[in-house]
């Protein structure tokens, strides 16, 4: 029965949000349902102490990458950079390669360090404006910066910083660039089957004679083309996010140490030293200086263009980061409650029995992430619970850690991305898009994702390359 309630707890909040009612409001629903029915007395409980924690800390830790995040993507989207960047890409690269060119500017930013979240906001200004003038279905926009942002970057490539990749480093005393060759091998099965879906669906819409649409929500602002932007002063601002993310990465424990104490004698104000753990922190200050400085960038060298909407455009950007931080940790404080109900200990126990550590761990993983509805909670939760039965297992059949690690990294981003998604979610609010209109490319793209773990572990199995 505790199984059943999982289920239907997740099903229902798939549901609402397919149906395009707001997760804010029904993510409680659905976990305090489920807590109503194993227990009535731990409703409120359980609602302020583990759902509000949880998505306060989400919050708490977030919103500030999302509200710099939307106002990088704003300023770009007034400055024209945006299509600066469009009309190059189209004389360059041609209309018909529009979602290669969205792929490709994705995955160059999530490589470079910068947040799944961040990348949807900074790439959608001049995503809108190459689908609206290569006349593409803009419903079709969100499969291909899902394909870029949300896959083979996120956790296939070696090296990637996201932290789906990064996770599996303290399990199995891995680096980030574990298994190098079958992540190359899972991205590249990826890239070719993503984008071969996605120019299908692309050429059949278009066949029918769809263009962009009409009346369209959350379009952004069109600015004057007769004197555009420098097609190298347009990238710049990307260039400089993923570089300084980069770098700060690297500064930011160097300048702090460990961690950072606040004395009273420097704020008289606080009666008690403020320290912070800057190790957990390092991979958001750098995001949030990275974005800080990209803003800058382009309101220096495009101050002109920016001035005279700044006020009005920033003010859109502000109720849009807010939407998109509340739906995300409402996700997320529905994925803490149902991750406590005895009902997902008996999913997790299941799983164990699968006797191949690999696949064991792929369906694992890939299980507890769609669940939850998150990658890193999902890996989380899996790897604490099982890491050791994977690893002793592995080492019984002679498998090496790194391959362990790429396997479980990918699985993390497979079936993750189901219709109560906290990133799905945000995109399509980002995009002004519902998930009846767009889902459908998405879940394609998770399918795809989802099958690229398979087939690497069939690549190991056959070849034994690492």
Partial sequence: MSFVIVIAALAFLMLVAYRGYSVILFAP??????????DPAAVAPVFSGIFMEKMVGFVKLYFPVFLLGAVFGKVIELSGFSEAIVAAA??????????????????????????????????????????????????????????????????????????????????????????????????????????????????????????????????????????????????????????????????IPQWYGDSFTVAPEVLPGIHAPVTVAVKSVVAIWAVQGALLLGILLVIVTAFGRVKERFAIGTKTAVA????????????????????????????????????????????????????????????????????????KTAQTMHIPMEVLHRVVAMASGGMDTLPHNGAVITLLAVTGLTHRESYRDIFAVTIIKTLAVFFVIAVFYLTGIV
């Fill in 29 to 38: 629903i659905a976990a305090l349902g489920a807590v109503l029915l194993i």
């Fill in 90 to 251: 189209i004389r360059y690269i041609g209309r018909s390669r529009a979602n290669a060119v969205i792929v490709a500017v994705c995955a160059l930013l999530t490589y470079g360090g910068v947040s799944l979240f961040v990348v949807v906001f900074a790439v959608y200004p001049f995503a809108a404006e190459l689908y609206r003038q290569s006349n593409i279905p803009k419903r079709l926009m969100p499969g291909a910066i899902a394909l870029g942002a949300f896959t083979f970057t996120m956790d296939s490539l070696p090296g990637t910083p996201q932290i789906q990749n990064i996770i599996p480093t303290t399990f199995f005393k891995t680096t980030a660039w574990a298994a190098p060759w079958l992540g190359v091998i899972g991205s590249i099965f990826i890239i070719v089957v993503g984008l071969t879906y996605l120019e299908w669906r692309r050429r059949s819409a278009m066949a029918k004679g769809e263009g962009y649409g009409t009346s369209l929500v959350n379009e952004p602002e069109r600015v004057e083309t007769g004197n555009l932007p420098h097609p190298a002063l347009a990238v710049a601002p990307l260039v400089l996010v993923g570089v300084a993310n980069f770098l700060l990465t690297k500064w």
């Fill in 320 to 391: 849009g980061a807010l939407l998109a931080t509340l739906n995300t940790a409402s996700e997320y404080g529905f994925g803490g409650v149902i991750s406590a109900l005895p009902g997902f200990l008996v999913i997790g126990n299941a799983l164990k029995a699968i006797p191949n550590p690999l696949v064991n761990a792929a369906v694992s993983v890939s299980a507890l992430a769609g669940i939850t509805g998150s990658a890193s909670g999902g890996m989380s939760i899996a790897l604490a619970a099982m890491s050791d039965t994977f690893i």
